[in-house]
């Protein structure tokens, strides 16, 4: 049988292969015919899945989501770091700064003429946006737009929006990009204008409540309030030598948001809560693999590390390893998702031993199946390996996530296909299928494990294979 790191390795390659299918996706075109669009991708969009679904039954995604281009786009990164890919990772990442720097010229109001609602078909006008909201579409709401067309133009449809994690995560990969790869001046230019567009957005918007990052509810969210802190800190080091002022408001911005987050831990539950709704109301998805998920994309791997974790950078209880993948806090939300998930998940039950639960997003999710997430699965084993080593590893953290990894492995066919999901009782595919979130984050997790189990004494290097591969090679 092939080792788990023989399998990592192939199937490395393989969702490589299957995430740059969505990467700048020119050569397919969307036609939405009840909208009357043809939609021609530009180089720079990243797509949440290239397969060409209406919900029928699985769902249309071919659209650039803010977040999950973000995640695609630093794990693009790690993989060039590595030597996996060769230095077209640099013109996909110039084209993405051109298309998202394009994107801050959108004007809904654009839209309002008597002739594009006549285009739409009878059945489909009931899903689009109003001419009100299309009128806002401008400037700063741009970015708060929960996902645009690929060909760079709004989407008209009704959506959950605003959504104001997108320009953070957005800022963290274009900063950890500037860090780690040589660009030409106008691309570090551009890139460096978008990264501070991206962090004023954040300082203005991360305290007003938005959509969560599932597009279901309304509130002040812990995966929102994390990323934006550490967007506006890590943001603050860089700025600091050419604007002083601005990284003074970064910095006191991202330290408040941290202190904030210190409200939503509860004691008694033994968990962070995941969100504080906007109406008062109390929320069923306080349980949330989105606290894991808020703890990884906080902390690029291999990025430089952000004032926040700098011993003496903030006050108490917000410490440096507050709200970090080394947080026992973060740890044990976790096992809590694996006691409930265990549980509900016919999947899990009588599970092979060294096998850990299949994860899903939160209690009674009701998409699709309902069922596991590889990026929740992944996420879990993510956490494991990075918290490997230190202050709180009793030397289990590598063992529980290769326990998580065995599992995506007995999940994910020869093929290496992933879709978003895997069915609570069944595991087959469900959802959106190749999904780029899913082949992320199998990226993303490897190279975490890679690090776990055979720890460099410079992280950021490339690898000696990279540097024999050559411009243009992959």
Same mark, same amino acid.
């Given at each position: 049988?092939?080792?788990?790191?023989?399998?990592?390795?192939?199937?490395?390659?393989?969702?490589?292969?299957?995430?740059?299918?969505?990467?700048?996706?020119?050569?397919?075109?969307?036609?939405?015919?009840?909208?009357?669009?043809?939609?021609?991708?530009?180089?720079?969009?990243?797509?949440?899945?290239?397969?060409?679904?209406?919900?029928?039954?699985?769902?249309?995604?071919?659209?650039?989501?803010?977040?999950?281009?973000?995640?695609?786009?630093?794990?693009?990164?790690?993989?060039?770091?590595?030597?996996?890919?060769?230095?077209?990772?640099?013109?996909?990442?110039?084209?993405?700064?051109?298309?998202?720097?394009?994107?801050?010229?959108?004007?809904?109001?654009?839209?309002?003429?008597?002739?594009?609602?006549?285009?739409?078909?009878?059945?489909?006008?009931?899903?689009?946006?109003?001419?009100?909201?299309?009128?806002?579409?401008?400037?700063?709401?741009?970015?708060?737009?929960?996902?645009?067309?690929?060909?760079?133009?709004?989407?008209?449809?009704?959506?959950?929006?605003?959504?104001?994690?997108?320009?953070? /995560?957005?800022?963290?990969? =274009? !900063? *950890?990009? $500037?860090? #780690?790869? @040589?660009?030409?001046? %106008?691309?570090?230019? &551009?890139?460096?204008?978008?990264?501070?567009?991206?962090?004023?957005?954040?300082?203005?918007?991360?305290?007003?409540?938005?959509?969560?990052?599932?597009?279901?509810?309304?509130?002040?969210?812990?995966?929102?309030?994390?990323?934006?802190?550490?967007?506006?800190?890590?943001?603050?080091?860089?700025?600091?030598?050419?604007?002083?002022?601005?990284?003074?408001?970064?910095?006191?911005?991202?330290?408040?948001?941290?202190?904030?987050?210190?409200?939503?831990?509860?004691?008694?539950?033994?968990?962070?809560?995941?969100?504080?709704?906007?109406?008062?109301?109390?929320?069923?998805?306080? /349980?949330?693999?989105?606290? =894991? !998920? *808020?703890? $990884?994309? #906080?902390? @690029?791997?291999?990025? %430089?590390?952000?004032? &926040?974790?700098?011993?003496?950078?903030?006050?108490?209880?917000?410490?440096?390893?507050?709200?970090?993948?080394?947080?026992?806090?973060?740890?044990?939300?976790?096992?809590?998702?694996?006691?409930?998930?265990?549980?509900?998940?016919?999947?899990?039950?009588?599970?092979?031993?060294?096998?850990?639960?299949?994860?899903?997003?939160?209690?009674?999710?009701?998409?699709?199946?309902?069922?596991?997430?590889?990026?929740?699965?992944?996420?879990?084993?993510?956490?494991?390996?990075?918290?490997?080593?230190?202050?709180?590893?009793?030397?289990?953290?590598?063992?529980?996530?290769?326990?998580? /990894?065995?599992?995506?492995?007995?999940?994910?066919?020869?093929?290496?296909?992933?879709?978003?999901?895997?069915?609570?009782?069944?595991?087959?595919?469900?959802?959106?299928?190749?999904?780029?979130?899913?082949?992320?984050?199998?990226?993303?997790?490897?190279?975490?494990?890679?690090?776990?189990?055979?720890?460099?004494?410079?992280?950021?290097?490339?690898?000696?294979?990279?540097?024999?591969?050559?411009?243009?090679?992959?």
């Amino acid at each position: 049988m092939q080792s788990l790191a023989e399998w990592s390795q192939r199937h490395y390659r393989l969702a490589l292969e299957g995430m740059l299918a969505s990467v700048s996706p020119v050569g397919i075109v969307k036609v939405r015919e009840g909208l009357a669009q043809q939609v021609r991708p530009r180089r720079g969009s990243i797509v949440a899945s290239p397969v060409l679904a209406a919900y029928d039954p699985d769902p249309d995604y071919f659209f650039h989501w803010y977040r999950d281009s973000a995640v695609v786009l630093d794990a693009l990164r790690l993989a060039w770091r590595d030597g996996e890919i060769g230095e077209a990772a640099l013109g996909h990442f110039a084209d993405f700064i051109d298309f998202s720097t394009a994107l801050a010229g959108l004007d809904g109001g654009g839209l309002l003429t008597p002739q594009w609602r006549a285009r739409v078909t009878p059945h489909f006008k009931q899903y689009l946006r109003t001419d009100q909201e299309l009128a806002a579409v401008h400037g700063d709401a741009v970015a708060a737009e929960t996902r645009v067309n690929p060909d760079g133009t709004l989407d008209v449809l009704s959506w959950p929006r605003p959504q104001h994690d997108g320009p953070a /995560l957005r800022a963290l990969a =274009v !900063l *950890a990009w $500037l860090e #780690a790869a @040589p660009h030409s001046p %106008a691309v570090r230019d &551009a890139a460096a204008a978008l990264a501070r567009a991206d962090l004023e957005f954040a300082y203005a918007h991360a305290l007003r409540p938005c959509f969560d990052m599932w597009e279901e509810e309304r509130g002040l969210h812990y995966y929102v309030l994390r990323v934006s802190a550490a967007a506006l800190t890590s943001g603050a080091d860089w700025i600091a030598g050419r604007d002083p002022q601005a990284a003074r408001r970064f910095r006191a911005e991202g330290q408040a948001i941290l202190q904030r987050l210190e409200g939503y831990w509860l004691p008694q539950a033994g968990m962070f809560r995941s969100r504080v709704l906007e109406s008062g109301s109390p929320s069923m998805k306080e /349980l949330d693999i989105a606290v =894991v !998920l *808020a703890a $990884l994309h #906080a902390e @690029p791997i291999g990025a %430089a590390p952000a004032g &926040a974790r700098r011993p003496g950078a903030l006050d108490a209880p917000a410490a440096p390893l507050a709200h970090s993948v080394h947080d026992p806090r973060i740890h044990a939300t976790l096992r809590r998702l694996e006691a409930h998930f265990e549980t509900e998940y016919p999947i899990n039950h009588g599970r092979p031993a060294g096998r850990g639960p299949a994860l899903g997003r939160y209690p009674n999710d009701t998409y699709y199946s309902g069922g596991a997430y590889f990026f929740s699965t992944l996420g879990a084993a993510e956490l494991c390996y990075r918290a490997a080593g230190g202050a709180a590893d009793d030397g289990s953290f590598l063992a529980r996530g290769d326990a998580y /990894l065995e599992t995506v492995r007995a999940w994910v066919p020869a093929s290496g296909e992933m879709a978003e999901q895997f069915d609570r009782h069944t595991g087959e595919p469900r959802s959106a299928r190749e999904l780029a979130w899913s082949y992320a984050a199998l990226l993303s997790c490897l190279t975490a494990r890679r690090a776990a189990s055979a720890p460099s004494s410079d992280g950021a290097a490339r690898s000696a294979k990279a540097a024999a591969a050559g411009p243009g090679s992959r």
